[in-house]
C-alpha cells in the first residue's frame, strides 16, 4: 500500500512530495511518481511529524461520560497527535499492571493514535506507598512515565524512592508540582486579583518549592525528573539553573498557559478554573521564553475532559481543568510561531521529538514517535493549512465534553491530515474512524 503526498512542506520549507510505503516514509523529493499510489494534494500545507503528547486524561476507566480512549484518541488525532500519554487518575487508578494494560489495548483498539499509559507512583495516588512500577514498565503497555498527576507526590522520602526505582526502569517522574500545605482550598493564582474577586489564592511558590526540592532529589538520585504544566516565571527561573548544573530535568507547559492569564477569571465562568491556575501576564511571557530558549522541553495538553455537571456550576464546586488535544497546536502557531519566538522545526521540536524522548518512544523501531520526516522513518506526519483561521466551536469537537476555553476565539492553523504509520487516521480534516 503506497501513499504520495504532492506538493508539502516539510517543516515549512520547501515543497516536496513524500512517498509513504508500508508504515514508513520511503521518499522525499521532488515531482516522484509511483504508479498505482493513494494520491494526497498537499500544496501549500506544512507537513510535521506526528505531535506526542506527554499530559492527556482520557477517563477511561471510570469516567466514560466524559471521554473515553476512543473519542479522546479520535480528538488526539484531528488535532495532529499520533501518541497520547494517558494519565493514570483513572477509576480505578492506573497503578498495576492490569489496569495499564487494559488502557493500552484499548487505544490500540481504536486504532486512532498510540496510547501510552502513564503509571501511578504511588498506590491508588494517595502518595503513601509505592506502585508497582517495576510490573508496569515489563507489562504490555511498557510503562516509562509514572505520575500521581492530579496530586502531588508530596512526601520528600517517597518521592526520592520513586527516583531511584524509575532510574532503574530507565524511567521517569512526572511531577504535579504543588505543596499541598500550600493550596488548601485554592480556586484561583494568589495575587490582587484573587483577593478582589474573593477567591482563595494558589501561590505560586507552591509550585516553585516543589520543582526546587525535586530537582535537587533527582541530582542527589542521579534519576530523571520531568515537570508536568510549569506554570510560573519562577519555576522557568528554577529549571533553567538546574539544568546549567546537569540535573537530568524535562519540564512541559500547556497551550492554555502559553495563551491565557488569571484575567480570565473575571467572569467567573469555570471553563478557565484549571490547576495550576492561569498566572498573570508575566508569567506567561515567561513560559514563552522558556520554551523557546528550551529550558521548558515540551508542549503538553493537560487535556481534561469534565462532564457538564462538574463543570458548569459555580466557580468554588467546579472541577479544574480544560480540553486541549484539538487546538493545542493552533494555540503553539498563535503564541510561538506567529510571533516569532519558534519556527517550524522548534514546534516539531517541542510537541514531537522532545516529548517522544522523554517518554522513551523515540527508538528505532515501526512503533516509534518523535523522529524525523526522512526516508525510513515510520509515516507519522500531520499536513496543516498555516493560513486558515477559524474560530472554535466547542460543540463541534470530538471529545465527548464541551470545557474549551477556546470557545468563540478565532486560531490560526488547521490540521487537514494525519497519518498514524502511513495510514489516514484525518483527512480533509475529518476522522476516518
Ligand atoms: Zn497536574
Given at each position: 500500500?503506497?501513499?504520495?503526498?504532492?506538493?508539502?512542506?516539510?517543516?515549512?520549507?520547501?515543497?516536496?512530495?513524500?512517498?509513504?510505503?508500508?508504515?514508513?516514509?520511503?521518499?522525499?523529493?521532488?515531482?516522484?511518481?509511483?504508479?498505482?499510489?493513494?494520491?494526497?494534494?498537499?500544496?501549500?500545507?506544512?507537513?510535521?511529524?506526528?505531535?506526542?503528547?506527554?499530559?492527556?486524561?482520557?477517563?477511561?476507566?471510570?469516567?466514560?461520560?466524559?471521554?473515553?480512549?476512543?473519542?479522546?484518541?479520535?480528538?488526539?488525532?484531528?488535532?495532529?497527535?499520533?501518541?497520547?500519554?494517558?494519565?493514570?487518575?483513572?477509576?480505578?487508578?492506573?497503578?498495576?499492571?492490569?489496569?495499564?494494560?487494559?488502557?493500552?489495548?484499548?487505544?490500540?483498539?481504536?486504532?486512532?493514535?498510540?496510547?501510552?499509559?502513564?503509571?501511578?507512583?504511588?498506590?491508588?495516588?494517595?502518595?503513601?506507598?509505592?506502585?508497582?512500577?517495576?510490573?508496569?514498565?515489563?507489562?504490555?503497555?511498557?510503562?516509562?512515565?509514572?505520575?500521581?498527576?492530579?496530586?502531588?507526590?508530596?512526601?520528600?522520602?517517597?518521592?526520592?524512592?520513586?527516583?531511584?526505582?524509575?532510574?532503574?526502569?530507565?524511567?521517569?517522574?512526572?511531577?504535579?508540582?504543588?505543596?499541598?500545605?500550600?493550596?488548601?482550598?485554592?480556586?484561583?493564582?494568589?495575587?490582587?486579583?484573587?483577593a478582589r474577586l474573593g477567591l482563595t489564592g494558589w501561590p505560586a511558590a507552591a509550585e516553585e518549592a516543589?520543582?526546587?526540592?525535586?530537582?535537587?532529589?533527582?541530582?542527589?538520585?542521579?534519576?530523571?525528573?520531568?515537570?508536568?504544566?510549569?506554570?510560573?516565571?519562577?519555576?522557568?527561573?528554577?529549571?533553567?539553573?538546574?539544568?546549567?548544573?546537569?540535573?537530568?530535568?524535562?519540564?512541559?507547559?500547556?497551550?492554555?498557559?502559553?495563551?491565557?492569564?488569571?484575567?480570565?477569571?473575571?467572569?467567573?465562568?469555570?471553563?478557565?478554573?484549571?490547576?495550576?491556575?492561569?498566572?498573570?501576564?508575566?508569567d506567561v511571557e515567561a513560559l514563552r521564553a522558556g520554551l523557546a530558549e528550551g529550558v521548558i522541553d515540551?508542549?503538553?495538553?493537560?487535556?481534561?475532559?469534565?462532564?457538564?455537571?462538574?463543570?458548569?456550576?459555580?466557580?468554588?464546586?467546579?472541577?479544574?481543568?480544560?480540553?486541549?488535544?484539538?487546538?493545542?497546536?493552533?494555540?503553539?502557531?498563535?503564541?510561538?510561531?506567529?510571533?516569532?519566538?519558534?519556527?517550524?522545526?522548534?514546534?516539531?521540536?517541542?510537541?514531537?521529538?522532545?516529548?517522544?524522548?522523554?517518554?522513551?518512544?523515540?527508538?528505532?523501531?515501526?512503533?516509534?514517535?518523535?523522529?524525523?520526516?526522512?526516508?525510513?522513518e515510520p509515516a507519522n506526519l500531520l499536513l496543516l493549512d498555516p493560513g486558515a483561521r477559524a474560530v472554535?466551536?466547542?460543540?463541534?469537537?470530538?471529545?465527548?465534553?464541551?470545557?474549551?476555553?477556546?470557545?468563540?476565539?478565532?486560531?490560526?492553523?488547521?490540521?487537514?491530515?494525519?497519518?498514524?504509520?502511513?495510514?489516514?487516521?484525518?483527512?480533509?480534516?475529518?476522522?476516518?474512524?
Amino acid at each position: 500500500m503506497s501513499t504520495l503526498i504532492t506538493g508539502a512542506r516539510p517543516y515549512g520549507e520547501d515543497a516536496a512530495d513524500i512517498l509513504v510505503e508500508d508504515g514508513r516514509i520511503a521518499a522525499i523529493g521532488a515531482s516522484l511518481s509511483v504508479p498505482g499510489a493513494d494520491v494526497v494534494d498537499a500544496a501549500g500545507l506544512v507537513a510535521l511529524p506526528g505531535l506526542v503528547d506527554l499530559h492527556t486524561h482520557l477517563r477511561e476507566p471510570g469516567r466514560e461520560d466524559a471521554e473515553t480512549v476512543e473519542t479522546g484518541s479520535r480528538a488526539a488525532a484531528l488535532g495532529g497527535y499520533t501518541a497520547v500519554h494517558a494519565m493514570a487518575n483513572t477509576d480505578p487508578v492506573a497503578d498495576t499492571a492490569g489496569v495499564v494494560e487494559q488502557v493500552w489495548r484499548l487505544g490500540q483498539e481504536a486504532g486512532l493514535v498510540d496510547v501510552v499509559p502513564v503509571g501511578a507512583v504511588t498506590v491508588g495516588l494517595r502518595g503513601e506507598r509505592l506502585a508497582e512500577l517495576g510490573a508496569m514498565a515489563d507489562s504490555a503497555a511498557r510503562v516509562r512515565v509514572f505520575s500521581d498527576d492530579g496530586h502531588c507526590v508530596a512526601d520528600p522520602a517517597l518521592m526520592r524512592r520513586a527516583l531511584e526505582y524509575v532510574k532503574a526502569l530507565d524511567g521517569v517522574v512526572a511531577q504535579h508540582a504543588e505543596e499541598p500545605r500550600l493550596t488548601v482550598g485554592a480556586q484561583m493564582h494568589e495575587g490582587d486579583r484573587s483577593a478582589r474577586l474573593g477567591l482563595t489564592g494558589w501561590p505560586a511558590a507552591a509550585e516553585e518549592a516543589i520543582i526546587a526540592r525535586d530537582v535537587l532529589l533527582a541530582d542527589h538520585v542521579g534519576a530523571r525528573l520531568h515537570v508536568c504544566h510549569v506554570s510560573t516565571a519562577g519555576s522557568v527561573e528554577i529549571l533553567r539553573w538546574a539544568k546549567s548544573r546537569g540535573v537530568q530535568v524535562t519540564a512541559e507547559v500547556t497551550p492554555h498557559h502559553l495563551l491565557l492569564t488569571d484575567e480570565c477569571a473575571e467572569g467567573y465562568d469555570p471553563v478557565f478554573k484549571v490547576n495550576p491556575p492561569l498566572r498573570t501576564d508575566a508569567d506567561v511571557e515567561a513560559l514563552r521564553a522558556g520554551l523557546a530558549e528550551g529550558v521548558i522541553d515540551a508542549v503538553a495538553t493537560d487535556h481534561a475532559p469534565h462532564a457538564v455537571e462538574d463543570k458548569e456550576t459555580e466557580w468554588a464546586h467546579a472541577r479544574p481543568g480544560m480540553l486541549g488535544l484539538e487546538q493545542a497546536l493552533s494555540v503553539v502557531v498563535a503564541t510561538m510561531l506567529e510571533t516569532g519566538r519558534l519556527d517550524w522545526r522548534g514546534v516539531a521540536d517541542r510537541m514531537s521529538t522532545r516529548p517522544a524522548a522523554i517518554g522513551r518512544l523515540d527508538g528505532r523501531g515501526l512503533e516509534a514517535h518523535g523522529r524525523p520526516l526522512a526516508p525510513g522513518e515510520p509515516a507519522n506526519l500531520l499536513l496543516l493549512d498555516p493560513g486558515a483561521r477559524a474560530v472554535v466551536d466547542p460543540a463541534a469537537l470530538a471529545s465527548r465534553s464541551r470545557n474549551s476555553p477556546y470557545a468563540g476565539r478565532e486560531l490560526p492553523g488547521r490540521v487537514v491530515a494525519t497519518f498514524l504509520r502511513g495510514v489516514p487516521t484525518v483527512l480533509d480534516g475529518k476522522a476516518q474512524k
